[in-house]
């Protein structure tokens, strides 16, 4: 979503960089290219504004540190600065009541359903034993949905017959489900509409009466625009909304809204999300997300999904595979899946520094060039798997075939390989080599 807006900073702090030093007029060509970088990205004018003239006071009034060059200098500021617009510190929902209630509200068509569904898988790995709750009487299938959701991370839901339409009465009825059920933390997915109006908000009001419920997350369609921050602002006046959070991240819009909820509304950021799968939810660090639109990436997340995403156990059956040269094609297939599990691969290249300049400038690797790997690995039998060296002329045509690729497609493969195989052993024998070189004393 930021790519555009990171290209734009990219471009205005490169002309920075060969400068030795800056003057009053280079600050102010600086701050007005960046004030337009935000406006062209639809954030609100007002924001942009004091944005920029915070930025500018600071650089003006400040000396610059010993070992930052002057570009380097408005850069640390800039990010500085986006880091305090989106929220400055993290506000990590951390759920402390043993009958943890969340009401999850927000438009229809925002990705509220989804959202209910991730956050009960996020609980459920924390050890928590979350119930959802169908509120949403209105839109025609939004319990089945919620239901589709619920099995598919194998969570109880609480849902009333098509005809029950009062919310609070389903909401007590589900309490009654989660005694039953020893449920320490209901999510209450609630109806939402096209827009805002009152008889939509009276029936939330009550509900949260009834409810009490320890938080409530608003749902923002990042791709809104503008309309998010109005729609934060109206929720957060009637509702007492206590956090935020930005769906659709991974979409072409210019992520204006996401930079001016927290300055407009005062309402924080708790959560942000990059797709429709169940794993793409993410806590929101402020900094780490201005990290990633200054294009300097975000690897403490990158860490958070590589710990997440492989086993350790595998890990280290694969590390001593390596060491005794027995690596092979199945062995690969398993660490491409483990890399799928991250998440989309454009969105994990862009948490590595500089990768976003170099995607930019069209050093992307494709998703297809996996899904590729992986259908000609897995029309492979298990014997030629495990020894490439089988795989002639006719198991290659065969292979082909069965993955849907070329021929040639299916040699670069095994070349690649073969070559990946090589460089392992090297590492290997001078890992070993470096053992056998250690002294069995130390000199002082």
Do not use: W
């Not at 990705?111 to 956050?119: E, I, R, S, Y």
């Not at 320890?214 to 729609?231: I, P, R, Y």
């Amino acid at each position: 979503m930021f790519s555009s807006l990171t290209e734009k900073f990219d471009g205005i702090f490169a002309g920075l960089r060969s400068r030795g030093k800056l003057t009053e007029r280079d600050i102010k060509d600086t701050t007005r290219e960046v004030r337009r970088a935000l406006l062209e990205a639809d954030v609100n004018f007002r924001v942009a504004r004091d944005f920029v003239g915070r930025i500018e006071e600071r650089v003006v009034g400040s000396d610059i540190v010993k070992h930052f060059t002057p570009a380097q200098q408005i850069v640390k500021i800039v990010h500085e600065e986006l880091t305090e617009l989106l929220g400055g510190k993290a506000r990590l929902y951390q759920p402390t009541h043993a009958d943890e209630r969340v009401m999850v509200v927000g438009l229809q068509g925002s990705g509220k359903t989804t959202f209910c569904a991730k956050l009960a898988s996020v609980l459920r790995r924390s050890g928590r034993k979350p119930l959802l709750v169908a509120l949403d009487v209105y839109r025609p299938a939004a319990a089945d949905q919620l239901e589709v959701l619920a099995r598919s991370i194998d969570v109880p839901i609480a849902r009333g017959a098509p005809e029950d339409r009062d919310v609070n009465d389903l909401y007590r009825r589900a309490v009654g489900v989660a005694r039953g059920l020893f449920c320490d933390a209901l999510i209450l997915d609630t109806a939402g509409r096209l827009h805002i109006d009152d008889e939509m908000m009276a029936e939330l009001e009550g509900l949260g009466a009834e409810a009490q419920p320890h938080e409530t997350f608003l749902v923002l369609d990042s791709m809104t625009g503008q309309e998010a921050v109005h729609v934060a602002s109206a929720f957060r006046d009637r509702l007492g909304v206590t956090g935020a959070v930005l769906t659709k991240l991974d979409g072409d819009a210019r992520g204006g809204a996401a930079l001016s909820v927290r300055a407009v509304t005062g309402v924080p950021i708790r959560f942000a999300s990059a797709g429709e799968r169940i794993d793409t939810l993410e806590p929101f660090y402020p900094d780490r997300m201005a990290g990633r639109i200054l294009g300097m990436g975000d690897m403490m997340s990158l860490i958070e999904k590589t710990q997440s995403a492989v086993d350790s156990d595998k890990a280290a059956q694969l590390e001593q595979k390596i060491r005794e040269d027995a690596f092979d094609l199945t062995d690969f297939l398993e660490q491409l899946q483990q890399i799928r599990k991250m998440g989309p691969l454009e969105d994990v290249m862009k948490m590595i520094p500089g990768a976003s300049k170099a995607m930019a400038k069209g050093m992307n690797v494709e998703q297809g060039q996996l899904d590729r790997v992986q259908a000609i690995i897995q029309s492979m039998t298990p014997g030629e798997r495990s020894r490439p060296s089988l795989i002639d002329g006719s198991r290659r045509r065969r292979i082909a075939r069965g993955s849907g690729t070329t021929v040639q497609a299916v040699n670069s493969l095994l070349k690649q390989f073969a070559q990946m195989k090589k460089m392992m052993k090297n590492l290997s024998k001078f890992q070993k080599m470096q053992k056998r070189m250690r002294l069995p004393f130390s000199f002082h």
